[in-house]
């Protein structure tokens, strides 16, 4: 349904800079002509009028609903970002992408947090114990279980499960996957730790065959003693690293239920 609402823009006659977005209604988009505040709009404006000159008021678009108008401006504002003399932010804040962040994937915009399941692989390399303790997991000695484990998005919740006995933890990844050469846990690097597992240095200098580690809050965990498990149920697992468990509705109720989590709200 169409409405009577429009946005406007203030171009300054200098330069053709366009320094205001608004959106109204009737007259609205000449009020700030006789605004009389200290705003930065305002020092513009006059800044125009001194040389003899008057702003460029263009309408943007028209025949608008206030929702509308308030996405449009929202979306001009955002575009020109620090070049305005907007005070506010606009509406719909929340739906767009902050500013100086092209350089980084953000959760919601560049991609989807997801529910996935972890294999803990344990073994020469790693150990459970370690990845409680210390709030981490890892995968590698090959490029197959690395590039895996660099699937992990920040945000991403994750199930982890060990080998003949069951699910033992649930967490959030905090950091994504580096090369553990690279990792450190309190200003500390993680190999200077004492861990379970002596064999986490192994190829350190290849890129393709070190051990990856992620960082991760652990939102729930248990002991191998304590792993959640139910024989013949159709719980899914896999032999591989990482797994989405979309699709998987009864494994994820297993999980929130037995972790006493309500997993699927923590990705949103």
Known sequence: MSGNYYVYVYVDPRNYEEFYFGKGKGSRKHEHLFDKNDSKK?????????????????????????????LVEKTLLWKLGNLTTNVASGHFSDKFRPHNTMHMELSGFDYKN???????????????????????????????????????????????????????????ISEVARPIREVSIQGKPLLSYELSSQNMSDNIDSDDLCEYVCLVEWLSSVGREDAK??????????????????????TIEFIEKEFDLDIRALTK
């Open 229 to 250: 498990w139910v024989k013949k149920s159709g719980l899914y697992t896999t032999t591989h690293v990482r797994a989405s468990l979309d699709g998987q509705p009864e």
């Open 114 to 172: 997801g529910i996935f399941y972890y294999n803990v692989g344990e073994g020469e390399h790693r150990t459970w114990e370690d990845f409680r303790r210390f709030g981490f997991i890892s995968a590698g000695q090959g490029v197959r279980w690395k590039d895996s484990l660099k699937g992990f998005q920040k945000g991403d919740i994750f199930s982890a499960y060990l080998k003949s006995h069951g699910f033992v933890g649930v967490g959030r």
């Open 42 to 70: 305002v020092k513009r404006i006059n800044e125009i009028k001194n040389t003899g000159l008057k702003p460029i008021i263009r309408v943007i678009a028209k025949g608008l609903t206030e929702s509308e108008a308030l």
